[in-house]
């Protein structure tokens, strides 16, 4: 019996309205190869021009909506007449904590034909899985100001952390390491600076770490572990991290594997009991939009995540090999030197999912 999944797309603002189509044309084309199961997409035209006829960056029922499907595929969000409270917390932050996406994974590997910017790296020493802590932390929103526009002004931001939610990150992460070769888990924290909730990180990894003895652990600072990107980026394989410090070492981590236009991201409510959602990392990019010329390998790979999610391992790795055919082959878009249009690109990795390049 065919298996059946119902996603819904939402392509967002700028470039997002060519990478989620272009993902969805991939998508369909590893189903078809892959075989087993079928995809029924439904598109959801929310975003900021949507908030420009509506009001609204997604309408009142959004997220009753979306819970229907098995997962959701995002483009992208934001809008240069728009300021970024409003776009990013009425759509993305509405459906990631709406949702509980607590644990946002963030793959970093070097492909084939992609230089990146470390002298002398090659693919055996960028294959890293970044976990990022999606639900708390220093992104909490909590905090205020007073006295505002007075010599004696004063603004807060207080990073939440909460037993419960640093618990179940790191018993996500521990999961993910366990499951990698290598079994190694880099744990950041800056608990010799932030004495409170660092500490509290701290002690959590080692509580779980007891009942993971097959994980090999190290602790590591978040600024040494910047510096630890660069020099050596053969030692690291499974980090989690807090949401904010993982934030800045994830778009460090993409910079190093050839930019923004290739990294992918899913954030997962691992239990099921909602959708997750699969995006790139970049933003709507409002400087290319249009043109053409987005390089949609990022969306490509968060397809491939969302079907991996799914139980369709076969059909995910179809479409992670075939980006890589094709990125070996040198046919890359501008971002990353070279002349390829989204177009382009999109034809010749469904060329190769079907086997015909
Ligand atoms: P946001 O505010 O959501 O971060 P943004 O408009 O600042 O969005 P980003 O996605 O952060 O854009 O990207 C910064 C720059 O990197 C873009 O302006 C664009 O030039 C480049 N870029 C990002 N993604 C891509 C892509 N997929 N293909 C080509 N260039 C990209
Ligand atoms: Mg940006």
Redesign the pocket.
């Known amino acids: 019996m065919t298996r059946r999944y119902s996603i819904a797309a939402i392509p967002g603002d ?2 997002g309205k060519e ?1 989620v189509p272009a993902c969805l044309a991939v998508l369909q084309a590893a189903a078809a190869r892959a075989g087993g199961f079928a995809l029924e997409v439904t598109e959801y035209p929310w975003g900021s021009d949507f908030y420009r006829s509506t009001g609204r960056m997604m309408p009142d029922d959004g997220l009753a909506t979306l819970r229907a499907h098995d997962a959701i595929l995002f483009g ?1 969000v ?1 809008d240069p007449g728009l300021p ?1 409270d409003l776009t990013l917390w009425g759509l993305r932050l509405a459906i990631a904590q709406g949702f509980d996406q607590y644990a946002n994974v963030r793959p970093v590997r070097l492909f084939p034909g992609v230089a990146s910017p470390l002298a002398g790296v090659d693919a055996a020493a960028l294959d890293w899985v970044i976990v990022r802590e999606n639900s708390e932390g220093e992104y909490a929103g909590h905090g205020g100001r007073a006295h505002r526009g007075l010599p004696e002004e004063v603004a807060t931001e207080t990073a939440i952390f909460t037993r419960r939610g640093v618990e179940r990150i790191m018993r996500f992460a521990f999961r993910l390491a366990a499951s990698r070769p290598r079994k190694h888990l880099i744990i950041v924290t800056k608990s010799n600076a932030q004495r409170h909730g660092m500490v509290l990180w701290d002690e959590i990894a080692a509580e779980v770490a007891r009942d993971f003895p097959e994980v090999r652990t190290e602790r590591v600072l978040v600024d040494a572990m910047a510096a630890r990107m660069v020099l050596k980026p053969r030692s690291i394989d499974t980090v989690v991290a807090t949401n904010l410090h993982a934030d800045i070492l994830s778009d460090l981590a993409a910079a190093l594997a050839g930019g ?2 290739l990294a992918p991201t899913a954030n997962l409510n691992p239990e099921c009991r909602a959708p997750s959602m699969f995006e ?1 990392i ?7 939009a249009g043109k053409g010329i ?2 949609p390998i ?1 969306t490509f790979w968060s397809g491939a995540m969302m079907l991996d999610h799914l139980g369709e391992g076969a059909a995910a790795a179809l479409i992670t090999e075939a980006i890589a055919r094709v990125t070996a082959a040198g046919l890359l ?1 501008p ?1 990353l030197g070279g002349t390829a249009t989204t177009h382009a690109v999109t034809e010749a990795v469904i060329a190769a999912i079907e086997g015909r390049n």
Do not use: E, K, Q, Y
């Not at 970049?282 to 290319?288: N, Q, V």
């Open positions: 700028g470039i990478v992208a934001g970024d923004l236009g790139p970049h933003g709507s990019a409002f400087d290319i987005a390089n990022g878009t971002d």
